[in-house]
């Protein structure tokens, strides 16, 4: 029996590059503290994170896993983002998870988000990644009210009913992921990347 | 988080005390093993005579002289091959006006001189060995091949976070040692320290941890896979990466073998401290024991979470802190990070700290 992890299902953790994940932490650390705390993770990858600064630097760390383990996370053909229950467990909140997962995948168009847990596989999100020009403004309206987006961006939209009308830059745009036209449990999640 | 989850987590013994276990001692050149199997054993008998080669030293003739590599050879008195030993004269450069003598520093044997760089390599005179025992004990088995002779001794067992380098023998000191020695520093070790330990011909460097940045500059082995490589001195982390002390217990011990012969393998993971009494021989010679294969590491096995246990733990803010486990929350807590989980007490030598289960080893 082995304890639960989700960093064990990779062997290239090596590779980690420091200064992409200090980049993209809220607050840089000294470069050689965050080394230390990588490696120590790497090499206890059962611990959890105690403080939300912690879970940030897991959430950047991950973000990174994606980036050298993307097969492992994107069935690029089905157009599916797959995330594990083991995941979900040990990274929170779920937008922070999925958006550290979307961070590191090659996206581009629209994506049904799959989490599989030990009951099966469920639909639990759409992920809509757009490639835009530098600060280039993205417009949604879903359902009559009006959301902008500046490139780069990620934002989650929980979308409790049906959704029956979406919007981008003025054309309707269809959500096919679903039995109807619905984003999945978490949401829609717009994605804006150069 | 599923808190219905059983509490359970790896058991990773740190230290295990007076234990019956084999050490190794190694011829690493050639030589004659002066033992036999059963041959019982004090630490100061001679089990081996070896030759090493202790490396060359490399003189630029050309540069030493104020001349051209050609011209510099045409200057050496001594040929490949010769003996020269310190201060004898080497080479010889006369002009109309002065002449300068040049004298060999060290004792060794001209090996070659480079036309291209007029760099001239001594080789050091090969070095003879007396390998001793070491310790008390039985001589189990003898290896011709590789040039092992496996010694079963009882000893007490450190076992380290990670490591590097083949076994090596030496007598323990703290933060500096001589020649062949192994050095215990109690916090950090640094990159700067660990070369010095080896420009002294120290055998081992022991620490509670290491900046993952010096790890790395010092070996390009990574530290989560097996290996059998050596990196010219032995190196065993106990707790991880970052400033992390040595814990109390297990200095109390190591203080105890102050002076005393002790064996560091990094490959495996162990520090092995060897009984200094002769009484174990007794003991010895009715216990059977497998042969340790090289790389095998005492495996991690997963135990249920109990009080009074002693833990260690594992997650990076708290990391090598150690205590016994006084309280088991019945009740998950949601954390700061949002996980759900279930908190442990633990009771350290300087204060109770709270951690989730998942964060500790039982040691």
Redesign the interface.
């Known amino acids: 029996m082995d304890l639960p992890s989700a960093l064990a299902n990779f062997s290239n953790l090596d590779k980690l590059d420091v200064r992409e994940i200090n980049d993209r932490l809220s607050v840089p650390q000294n470069e050689i503290v965050l080394e230390n705390y990588i490696a120590n993770k790497v090499s206890f990858p059962q611990s959890i994170p105690t403080t939300q600064e912690e879970m940030e630097i897991d959430l950047c760390i991950l973000t990174q896993v994606v980036q050298l383990n993307v097969n492992f996370f994107l069935n690029q053909t089905l157009k599916k983002i797959i995330i594990s229950q083991e995941f979900a467990d040990f990274y929170k909140p779920q937008d922070k998870l999925i958006q550290a997962v979307c961070l590191g995948l090659p996206l581009h168009g629209q994506y049904g988000l799959i989490l599989r847990t030990l009951e099966g596989p469920n639909l639990f999100g759409t992920v809509l990644a757009l490639t835009k020009r530098k600060n280039q403004k993205v417009y949604l309206q879903i359902n009559n009210s009006n959301y902008s987006h500046t490139t780069p961006s990620i934002k989650t939209y929980h979308l409790k009913s049906d959704v029956s009308q979406i919007h981008l830059d003025g054309l309707p745009y269809k959500i096919y992921f679903g039995p109807k036209i619905e984003p999945g449990s978490l949401g829609l999640i717009i994605v804006c990347t150069t | 988080?599923?808190s219905n989850?059983a509490l359970?987590?790896?058991y990773y013994p740190k230290l295990e005390l007076n234990k019956p276990m084999h050490v190794v001692r190694t011829l690493t050149g050639k030589g004659t093993i002066l033992t036999s199997i059963n041959q019982e054993l004090s630490p100061t008998d001679i089990i081996a005579k070896f030759e090493i080669e202790p490396g060359f030293f490399s003189i630029n003739l050309a540069k030493k002289l104020s001349t051209s590599p050609e011209e510099a050879q045409a200057c050496l008195i001594k040929k490949i091959s010769d003996k020269v030993y310190k201060g004898e004269l080497l080479a010889v450069k006369k002009s109309l006006l002065s002449k300068v003598n040049l004298t060999s520093p060290t004792d060794g044997i001209i090996q070659d001189y480079d036309k291209a760089t007029g760099t001239l390599r001594i080789k050091f005179f090969p070095k003879e060995i007396n390998l001793a025992s070491g310790v008390y004990g039985i001589v189990d088995v003898i290896d011709k091949r590789s040039g092992h002779i496996y010694i079963k001794t009882v000893a007490t067992k450190v076992t380290a976070?990670?490591g590097i380098g083949k076994p090596r023998m030496g007598s323990l000191y703290f933060d500096e040692g001589p020649s062949q020695s192994v050095v215990v520093e109690t916090t950090l070790t640094t990159l700067s320290s660990i070369k010095h330990s080896l420009n002294r011909g120290v055998s081992a460097v022991v620490a509670g941890g290491i900046?993952?940045?010096d790890?790395k500059a010092f070996t390009t082995h990574?530290?989560?896979e097996k290996t059998s490589s050596d990196p010219g001195i032995t190196l065993l982390i106990l707790n991880?990466?970052?400033a992390l002390s040595i814990h109390q217990s297990i200095l109390k011990i190591l203080k105890t073998y102050s002076s005393q012969y002790v064996c560091a393998d990094g490959n495996n993971l162990n520090l092995l401290l060897p009984s200094n009494n002769s009484d174990i021989l007794p003991i010895l010679r009715r216990t059977a024991l497998p042969l340790p294969k090289n790389g095998e590491t005492t495996p991690k096995r997963?135990v249920d979470l109990k009080l009074d246990q002693l833990v260690q733990v594992?997650?990076?803010?708290l990391?090598g802190q150690t205590g016994k486990v006084i309280a088991i929350d019945k009740t998950a807590t949601v954390?700061?990070?949002?996980?759900s989980?279930v908190m442990l007490t633990i009771e350290t030598p300087s204060s109770k700290i709270r951690?989730?289960f998942?964060?500790v080893?039982v040691i």
């Open positions: 988080m599923n989850l359970i987590a790896p976070a990670f900046n993952f940045r790890f990574s530290f989560l991880g990466f970052g997963l594992i997650a990076p803010s990391l954390l700061e990070s949002g996980i989980t951690v989730p998942q964060n080893e």
